[in-house]
């Protein structure tokens, strides 16, 4: 029997699935294993940045107003009392035309409103006392890191939800976040389906092809930021199928089946759906390729049932699994980055619905251009390798035209979209 | 006393530090860790692409031309002699006004050319005979994935150094690569210098700072697609240093100290680096921050001395390790990504030495624009959790204005640069 589908577009149907979308929980790492999680609480300032003024360069601490004379004929001297590493504090208060050797990084000793540069000074000793001499002015505050310059206490300098990349990495260090809340990934579980289906150890036999798709998507999975569990090849059997599903379903926080989604005779999935007593929320989109994509829900777990064509599970996930994974990481972007971008080649086929073409954006002249990579039949699957983005042609449109701007989204991109 | 030092220009210095690059070495995983390494060797087709012909939906396979005379007023009837899903092959050749009901996927049988899609038939029987009819002709070939018509087996579809992302995850599924040969990680070792570092964990006391260093170049390292190896705090003592880092040498490809490079009387780096028998290729570069920055080596072994101020230290990174790292990881493209974009606002300082802004690069309209991300004085470090380029001004140029054409090199990017 052939089922009847009605397909909606594609904003309704990420509208639907992100209807189930929801923040995930929490967890707490140690800083070293915080790089490239998602931050679960704003990163605030647990002091002033700098905590104290302090010397940025290498030089001698002065009171600026002794030195208001100094001139290339009239150089003024200074004693130096004392020397202060990063990390020392100077025991004296600095009396008038006194200098203390400062290193980078050190605080700026009582009494001193200004630091000159190592390289602008002339050193000497005279009868055991240290000197040095100085043939320009400074003014108060000259080479100076002012306490809180950078940042106050109890400033949000990062919010919730973002990437924890190198510079944010620095500046929990710097803010004593030994420990750092992150977003828990989630655990998405992953079956393949379809008979078809070889190991990829195995050596090709006619009529088979061999199982990629679990691997790829496991890796979008992880480029997502969440974690593949791959449970392996569903047998051709109802019965079999559903006792697997069942097992594993309270084990994962979302559930992705590749294949079995087609419309005939051998697609089992609505009648699994059926019996786990799934809503299903929609089971045609109108796009292509992966215009046969399902999504349904069991309690609020969503199952996605992306089509064993590996362009259409490709763009399946990044459309409706990605934003969902996001929004569990506390990401207020969730969606692909979306830009636009000059068409560098011909795109001549008609889209009677929204097309998603693998493509390859490029930068010249500081302008985006954007050209398909590989024939654009969604069962080439070497074009995935190339493709850092998917062009989006709406419904609709006839073909497009060297020159024309497109829309594109971005697949190799931290910093994602709000809509 | 202070060492004289004579800056070189960052070409220059960048130049010195590749001529110590080389290949790394091979290690071989199994396919689920291969996303996120680097491939070793090209990855090739060890079938055709289809590797037969195969239909690309759900329908019934026919021979072309006994659909000749079909229309909308006149359909043609077929004979269904036999049903084959993915994976199956048609036992019968198919004879005149024959067909065979053919899932999506599988193997075109003997004796077909043409696939008609479920869609476009009518399904019936008769005598207990299954039957189907179609009111339009098709031509040979129409709606066939043809063997070999996306790769020809021997074909090279990637080349070695390229980074494993999802789609090439999904080649080395479909042509076997059970295991796959990648770059082996470089480890890199990593000790910051300074008595004024406190841990993490430790509250903030006078004239001391947290150690943010080590963690952000640790992020930075695994970013490069390194292995970071934090060997804590140097002691502020030259023989206490000088053991630990010949304890260490062997252990890693690369070792980064933070800290300890300045002009001034706390810094002993020259002295180890003299005693360890290191030839220093710089220890001045004419940049700003970093313009401390040092690197020598010892029988080929790289050493790098990154200034111990944050932004330094970062921009110290990816300019002179990251190609380094890049470079063992068999990347034919190992620098950073280099674009143009448009200034979003004023930058008036001067540029005496090549200057590295941390910016902030956005996409408006199809064109890059940049601005600076904080202040710009090297002591910042919240600039760098927002950057996601460096801003590169050259050296001997007055200020910019807002609209002025600048380079940038882009830090969230895998592709990288040639030069």
Chains 1, 2 share one sequence.
Request: proline share 6%; aromatic share 8%; net charge negative.
């Amino acid at each position: 029997m052939i089922e009847k589908r009605t397909p909606i577009p594609v904003t309704e149907a990420i509208k639907k699935v992100m209807a189930y979308a929801k923040e995930g929980e929490i967890e707490t790492v140690q800083l070293e294993e915080a790089y490239g999680r998602y931050l679960a609480e704003p990163l605030c300032a647990d002091h002033d940045v700098p905590p104290f003024d302090r010397s940025p360069y290498d030089g001698f601490a002065i009171r600026a107003v002794d030195s208001a004379s100094a001139s290339l004929t009239h150089p003024v001297e200074f004693e130096v009392i004392e020397a202060i590493g990063a990390g020392d504090v100077a025991k004296q208060v600095v009396q008038p035309f006194q200098a203390v050797r400062i290193m980078t990084g050190a605080q700026i000793p009582s009494g001193c409103d200004a630091v000159v540069m190592l390289e602008l000074t002339n050193e000497y000793e005279r009868n055991g006392k240290k000197y040095m001499s100085i043939k320009r002015s400074f003014k108060p505050g000259d080479n100076i890191s002012f306490q809180g310059e950078d940042a106050r206490k109890g400033d949000v300098l990062v919010p919730k939800g973002t990437f924890i990349n190198p510079g944010v990495q620095a500046l929990l260090a710097t803010f004593g976040y030994a420990e750092v809340k992150v977003a828990k990934k989630p655990r998405i579980g992953i079956f393949a389906t379809g008979s078809e289906l070889l190991e990829v150890s195995e050596p090709l036999v006619p009529g088979k092809i061999r199982n990629s798709n679990s691997y790829m998507i496991s890796a979008q999975v992880i480029r997502s930021g969440a974690i593949p569990v791959y449970f392996g090849t569903l047998a051709d059997d109802v019965d079999e199928c559903l006792a697997a599903i069942e097992q594993v379903l309270d084990d994962v926080d979302i559930l992705i089946t590749t294949g079995g989604v087609s419309v005939g005779d051998y697609d089992y999935l609505p009648t699994i759906y059926e019996r786990l007593g799934a809503e299903v929320l929609f089971n045609k989109v109108a796009m292509r390729p992966g215009s046969v994509t399902t999504v349904a829900h069991v309690n609020g777990k969503l199952l996605f049932g992306l089509s064993g064509n590996p362009s259409a599970c490709y763009v399946g996930y990044e459309l409706f699994v990605r934003p969902v994974v996001r929004t569990r990481l506390f990401s207020p972007k969730p969606y692909l980055r979306k830009k636009t971008a000059t068409l560098l080649a011909d795109f001549p086929k008609p889209n009677p619905f929204t097309r998603f073409v693998r493509s390859y954006v490029t930068v010249q002249d500081g302008r985006l251009y954007v050209f398909p990579v590989g024939m654009d039949k969604s069962n080439i699957v070497t074009s995935l390798a190339k493709a850092n983005a998917l062009m989006v042609l709406p419904g609709g449109t006839r073909g497009f035209a060297k020159g024309d701007t497109v829309n594109v989204w971005l697949l190799e991109d931290e910093e994602g979209s709000a809509v």
